[in-house]
């Protein structure tokens, strides 16, 4: 075995991860002037050298057709990653079935993650104050509302300000109009009373600091090539390297954080992946953002004597409280939508419109069978059409048949799809957790983890209410259910972790005992370590993470370079 | 710099099928260069038919998805290459022969069915007549029966080969993936046309729509 290697400078921070969070740390802190090293697990990647904008299935194999190592097929942006990566495995307890999702690329998930940025409200840093279940963030609303201001002014997100509750709006530009289904849903969502407003996501609708507005292809999972959506290479990183402050190094594998006989962390040890050596880099203080599970797992693996469980881990709970989104879907078929003239119906990459929750007030006079909301996502029209399209309707819609009169129907039914996917809060239990699997070691040496997952009652008849209001539109718009769920299959939840919005597993709080990070996600433990991903969230909001981790991160970044100037933090 | 590489990509659209924009002439030509050469895949080489199997299929997709005076059947569109490539891909990911036995077994009991002949050497009508059988699943014979869940899975693969292929994308039509210069929403004309149904219903597509509100 090659004798480990230290370089032989001690950089002012190390960060390991470049997604949403590590991209938000080195954007802050090296525009204040730190000298950083980041580290990521996966190859470079840039969306405009790297983008597959513009091309179609029939000029690629298989029609592009997603595999086990490549889920959304071949023009999306997640070179390697996904719920499996070769000779990066993980486990499950018995009776757990949890899919850890991972992207091993310069940016992380931010490449190809539906860019929906929604702010978390005032009731959903507090949900053990209204309902008795969680815990409370050890932040409000209040103090991380700037923070939103500031992240959606740097990575741009469209909406409109409606003022509902908990729903909080925010620093928008201009939202697209909405496409003819989106119209349609919004007129039976008004019939049932369910609030249907523009939807807010991280695609540019005017230029933002030399980013061109969106040319409206709706293929932003691809990564965009002029960087008109938000992502971490883009958006963070770029502007940090011209700062000269900022070394990344990709192909690096992180195994731990080192400490010193101080008890402070004085950098990482990491596999660099292309001579597989184990290397050092030295820092005075060390970020963590290798999303949720992996800053997890890289804590655990930190074991000293004086860290016997894992740096940062006196509260014993690195690992626990992992969440997930609850999703569940109901796809539908519109007649009021066949053989309309044609047009182009790609708008941005996602939704035009969507729905936040609507019954908090019922919630409050108890008269709602679970505890938390969901919003309502949408889809529908004229997609870009790929492997699977139509390929069941004559079976389904024809009584079977072939030929000239079935070719004019399919081609009458184009269009007419509709599909409506949940996504709701979980509340965190003690059944959900990882911890390192003594047994099993991934292809670099290093311990991998093991996960235990379970979903609660209030997740469960939140899933069935999903499927209920769905349908329940579905057929308010004249449509047919054409596929949906119910209680034999727990009402559609998707399998934990599916999602892809893990969050939770180094939780922060108010309590050494009770949290392993404080407010601003610093270590209780060791005050030169620091979380930026989604790691120190507290609940799961039914709004999706990014938007807060960008928030959060920033907030933390803010700290860190006030305490470095309050020589609090050993530098 | 936004406004030109905005500019940019409304210049090279449609110059090259598949392509990655950037702000600088030079950036722009080298994505277009490699983005087509990306673009152009390998020629096709039959893996899984054999060459009587390959006739009955292009046959069938043609019987599927016939030509009309908008488009193309599915044999010119490509569909049996294709379904070729599907069989072999499926068997590749799935470790079995699953797919492919379903669809080899398909075209045995065709070929049974057309004897003396075969399947592709009858004229169409007796053609038809056979795929008539196991077409439409509530009427198959019970004799039938068991050839139905081929014929479902071959009508599947030609439906989506040919509306994913570039003569589907053109029949449908899909206007999208493209530059647009300017979002506007639903088309008013289109949207005139949904408020209508919306008071009277609509008779014309596969399934009625029945008014809902105003």
Redesign the interface.
Known sequence: MAQTQTTPKTYDVVIVGSGAGGGVAAHILSLAGAKICMLEAGDWFD?????????????????A?G??DRPWGYFDATTVGGWRVPGEPYTNADGSNWRWWRARMLGGRTNHYGRISLRMGPYDFKPYSRDGKGFDWPISYDDLAPYYDKAEGLIGVFGTHEGLENTPDGNFQPA?????Y???IK?ASD?LNIPCIPSRLAIL?R?LN??????????CGRSC??NANFNSPGVHIKPALHTGNLEVRTGAMVRAVTVGSDGLANGVSYIDKKTRTEQEVRARIVVLAASCCETARIMLNSKSAQFPNGVGNSSGLVGKYIMDTVGSAVSG????????????????GGM?MYMPWWNYKLQQANKMPFARGYHIELGGG??????????????K????????E?????????G?GVHFAGRGEMIPNEDSYCEIDKDVVDQWGIPVLKFHFKWSQDEILQAKHMQETFQEIIH???G?VTSSAGADKNWGIAPGGEIIHEVGAVKMGDNPKTSVLNQYCQSWDVKNLFVTDAAPFVSNADKNPTLTISALGWRTSDYIVDQVKKFNVKV | ???I??RT??QI?GAV???????SAAEVHD?AHM?AS??A?APFKRQTFDDHQWQTIRVLCD????A?SQSVGAAEA?VPE?ID??LA?RAE?DGNLDLTAKIFGGLMWLDRQALPSTFAGLPVDGQKKI?DRI?????AAPEDHQYVPF??EL???T???Y????V??Q???????????K?????P???A??EE??KNG?K??????????A
């Not at chain 1, 030399?210 to 293929?219: D, E, L, M, S, V």
């Not at chain 1, 078929?333 to 941005?348: K, T, Y």
């Open positions: 969306g405009t050298k790297d983008s597959k904008m513009f091309g179609w299935p029939y000029q690629v194999p298989h029609r057709a595999t086990p697209p109009a909405p496409r003819g989106e119209r349609l007129a019939k609708t230029p030399g980013r061109p507005a969106c040319h409206y292809c709706a293929q090539g002029v078929f519109l007649p009021i939508m066949q053989d309309l003239p044609p047009q182009n119906e790609d708008g941005v035009h004229r997609p870009l059409p790929g492997i699977g399209i139509m390929s069941n309707y004559a079976e819609w024809m009584g079977g048949g072939y030929g000239i079935m070719k004019e129907n399919l081609k009458k039914m184009y007419a308010t718009m004249g047919i | 710099m936004s406004d590489s905005r990509i409304f659209m099928p598949a392509i990655a924009v950037a702000g994505h983005a990306a673009a895949t019987l599927i998805i016939p009309d490509g294709f490539d599907w891909f990911q795929l077409a439409y699943p509530a009427k014929f479902n009508r599947s693969l439906v989506s080969g509306f994913s292929s570039k589907g994308v029949y449908l039509p899909y206007l999208g993936n493209t530059a647009v210069e979002w506007e929403g639903c088309d004309k289109v949207w046309i949904i149904r919306l609509y014309g597509g596969v399934i009625e729509a029945k008014p809902w509100g």
